[in-house]
């Protein structure tokens, strides 16, 4: 009702987000409060032999799973977890084999964002030698999309018999995976000027009348940090510019938000070498099926799930685990 209230629309549109997010909360709560006061009364009706046990069951069930999804939904309340997210996939030492199972990350994250309804948008690409991608940077636009995997961040370990080996000999690949908040216009990130500079390429790709002719595709550099920033997004150099200097005030941000976490003082500093023993999950395709985090120790046999994206799971025990160390 404050007649300047939309004078300022960004503050105006921030707290408009609070005020949703307060209001889920509340009717959340009333909902699992009905629920149990509904419970009750069932109680009572199967005392009298006017409904059945299997239907107090059911009922008790939903009540569980609705306190269950509320307790859950709490491991999402860190500053930027509600924000979409920039995922980064790079393949690790080992040539072929590492580009090829960056690639089919790539891919299980693309599938788990369908099953999610989150929208994704290709920011860069470099494809590999032979198969696969060296590195390929994601956009993922959808609620809770940072707070649902910002546990991937690390070294993904794959273990399997090589399509690429003619001797058919097992081997093991690595790959990165990066993922920060995708900052949006409610959040203020200011960059001094001389803190960046700018290079120009042509983008890499399929041919083309544009692709390989004109130097569209931006590396951006920020120097205090090292933090470098490539995209290729589109054919206009402006256009990539400003979604680059997006990305960089988003790492910047996410930056912030682990000092004030006190999880890591810089975000260069979590980053591993993508090598033996510094893996948070390893994928086994042979000589048995496994998928384990190495941190929550959750694993399934069903290898062939996970890489089309059923990986909730691995998501849910890890933030769960986080969320107990809190407390």
């Known amino acids: 009702m404050e007649p300047n209230f939309w004078n300022d629309a960004q503050q105006a549109e921030k707290l408009m987000r609070e005020i949703r997010n307060l209001k889920k909360w509340v009717e959340d709560f009333e909902h699992v409060q009905q629920k149990e006061e509904d419970l009750s009364v069932l109680l009572e009706f199967q005392k009298a032999g006017e409904i059945t046990d299997a239907e107090v069951e059911e009922h008790y069930r939903q009540t569980i799973k609705l306190v269950e999804d509320i307790e859950f939904r709490n491991m999402l309340s860190d500053e930027g977890d509600d924000l979409s997210a920039v995922l980064q996939v790079t393949a690790g030492a080992g040539g072929t084999e590492s580009c090829d199972w960056a690639e089919m990350l790539m891919r299980m994250y693309l599938m788990w964002a369908e099953k999610n309804n989150i929208k994704v948008r290709e920011l860069n690409h ?63 990130i200011v960059v001094n000027p001389s803190d960046f500079t700018w290079e120009t390429m042509r983008a890499s790709g399929a041919g083309g009348q544009n692709v390989n002719k004109v130097e569209t595709a931006v ?73 384990k985090d190495v941190r929550t120790q959750n694993e399934t046999n069903d290898v062939d799930a996970v890489m089309n994206g059923a990986i909730d799971d691995f998501l849910k025990s890890y933030l769960m685990l986080m969320g107990q160390k809190e407390t």
Do not use: C
Request: aromatic share 8%; no cysteine.
């Open 126 to 188: 470099q494809a590999g030698d032979v198969a696969g991608v060296k590195t390929v940077t994601l956009e993922l636009n959808g609620e809770f999309a940072f707070g649902w995997l910002k546990g991937e961040n690390g070294v993904h370990r794959l273990v399997r018999i090589s399509p690429f080996d003619s001797n058919a000999k097992r081997h093991t690949s690595f790959a990165s995976v990066y993922v920060y908040p995708l900052v949006d216009d409610s959040i203020e």
């Open 219 to 291: 590396r951006l550099r920020h120097h205090p940090t090292g933090i470098m920033i490539e995209n290729s997004e589109t054919r206009s150099q402006l256009e990539n510019k400003n979604k680059a200097m997006q990305l960089l005030k988003s790492q910047l941000y996410e930056i912030e938000l682990q000092k004030k976490l006190s999880a890591r003082n810089e975000i260069e500093a979590s980053k591993k070498k993508i090598e033996w023993g510094s893996q948070i999950r390893n994928y086994v395709m042979h000589p048995y099926k496994l998928v």
